[in-house]
Structures are given as structure tokens and as C-alpha cells.
């Protein structure tokens, strides 16, 4: 197992993988001390960094993330979701063939290990709203901001 660190706009982003694939993307509060970084990590930060600029749209990253037959479902339907775009957790919830599970999608949301390479940020309310996001909803914002998403703020 390797880890890393990488500092994005966003904040520490703690990267560890297990047999050259990517198993955690998640932001921590501070570094722990770091492995030799190979070159799966290098293009990890590469790539993320392309992303954080507004050059990389898609991941061409090879990720295994631990989770429930459930979330694992959820999350293979969160990579399905294009660039600047949006999806609701019920329109999640329609897609993996289960529409009542609204809730159960936004824990599995909640509970992603691999932030931003799953974009958990772009689910968002029925209603048009952000909803909830493990890291805050500012950092939630500022994801679909640099993606150039357009959020609609209700007035009510």
C-alpha cells in the first residue's frame, strides 16, 4: 500500500493505492509522513492537477474502492456523469433500478472513498439545491464551479 499527498485548491488530498490502483482520494487536516511516490501516484497528481485547472475532464485512472455491493453500485453510476453536469439522487437512485432509494444514495455519496475521480459532488437535489457532501458544501461548490456549472440557488 502507498500513500501520498497532494495540496489542491481544495485542500490536502491524502491519495492511497494498493497494487497500482487508486483505493482513497479524501482530504485530510494534515500529512503523515509519505512512501517513495511511484509513477501510478505521479500520474494520480498529474492528472488531478490537470483537473483542478480545467484541463482534464475524465480520469484515466485505475480505481478499486472498498464499499457495500450497494454503494459500489452507486458509485460505478456517479462515473457515469459527465463533466459539468448534474444528476439527482433520485435520478441515481431511477438509474441503478432502485427509485426508492434516494437516501441510501446520498449515504452511499457520503461514504465515497475516491472524491472528485467519483464525482460525488455532482449530485445534487431534485429541487436544484446542493444537497449534502461529506467535505462541506463550500467545497462541494467550489468543485462544480471549477467544472463551470451554473448552480441554481432557490429564493425561498
Not at 20 to 44: G, P, R, Y
Not at 56 to 62: A, E, G, L, M, P
Not at 133 to 140: D, H, V
Request: glycine share 8%; with cysteine; aromatic share 8%.
Amino acid at each position: 500500500m502507498c500513500k501520498s499527498y497532494y495540496n489542491s485548491p481544495v485542500g490536502v488530498l491524502e491519495i492511497i493505492c494498493e497494487k497500482d490502483a487508486l483505493i482513497s482520494l479524501k482530504l485530510v487536516k494534515n500529512i503523515e509522513k509519505t512512501e517513495q511516490e511511484t509513477a501510478f501516484i505521479k500520474t494520480i497528481k498529474s492528472q488531478l492537477k490537470e483537473y483542478l485547472l480545467g484541463q482534464r475532464q475524465k480520469f484515466d485512472i485505475k480505481i478499486n474502492p472498498k464499499g457495500t455491493t450497494f454503494q459500489k453500485e452507486v458509485w460505478k453510476e456517479l462515473l457515469k456523469i459527465s463533466y459539468g453536469k448534474t444528476k439527482s439522487y433520485s435520478e441515481i437512485a431511477y438509474a441503478i433500478g432502485k427509485p426508492n432509494s434516494q437516501r441510501a444514495v446520498g449515504f452511499a455519496c457520503n461514504k465515497n472513498p475516491i472524491m472528485i475521480i467519483i464525482p460525488c459532488h455532482r449530485v445534487i437535489s431534485k429541487n436544484g439545491e446542493l444537497g449534502g457532501f461529506a467535505y462541506g458544501n463550500l467545497i462541494k461548490h467550489k468543485l462544480l464551479e471549477l467544472e463551470n456549472y451554473k448552480l441554481q440557488i432557490s429564493k425561498g
